[in-house]
């Protein structure tokens, strides 16, 4: 059975515990703060694993910047998309703990996604896009349905007609990201890849790469709500399995792509 409580263990010899940030991270202030500390440790061990929390980060800074605005201004509510920003981290830290020690995934998306950081050749942007999703994919629409019950939404069609547009705005902050995201992966990651794209393919592979991201996105909220309104514990059960399974089967495409070498 897929789970979808977070299941941290500590003192089991991880450098997490003592890295100097939260790993429940309950708002989009600390969430950045821990996607800019594993970032930085991965780079400096040059660890494959650092292009995602990087390229998550750069998200993240835009949707805290956007939430400091307060209401109206940008985002509608944005006590809700902050607190779901410290929630999605806090499960992305989960699955990262699990890697570095050795623990099997709960999820297949993230399994692939960590099997690829111990094989030779796979470009940073792969290595990114693999991780966001595993995390779009499954781990989002968990994190929506969970902060969409705390904050009062399945009773309030209003706020939950705000929590969506917040959720929608955030595809300009993927948008915004996605020239600074090719430059950070060729910049600091040393990706041809991310070169070439920005440099010759810049606006075709954006226009692609928002398109794929929007549909996921429009699906993840599809599955929130039916996480929110799901009466029995079998029937989230189902629609927990449905997730994984699509997850699994994208993140496995995505995993046995092979870039040909003159772009590696």
Known sequence: MVSAELRFEANDGCWLDHAGFSLRPTDVSSALAALDGV????LREGDRRAAFPDIYAIIT????ERAEWGPRR????PAWISRLAGRFCERYLETLRWSLTGKSQDCGAWAATYAVSGRAGVPPIQHAFLGLTAHINYDLAIGISRTLDEHGCASDPAKLARCKHDHDVVN??????????LQRLAAHHGCAPSGL?????R????????????????HVWGDALALLHARTGPA???ILRRMEQRSRRIAGALGSLELPRWVS
């Open 172 to 181: 300009e902050l993927l948008r915004e990201s996605f020239p600074v995201a």
């Open 74 to 77: 940008f985002f509608r509510e």
């Open 203 to 218: 606006h075709p592979s954006e226009w692609a790469t928002m398109a794929i991201l929007g549909s996921w996105r429009e």
């Open 197 to 201: 794209l920005l440099e010759r393919a």
């Open 236 to 238: 989230r059960d189902g």
């Open 61 to 64: 800074r835009r949707v805290a």
């Open 39 to 42: 970032t930085q440790r991965f």
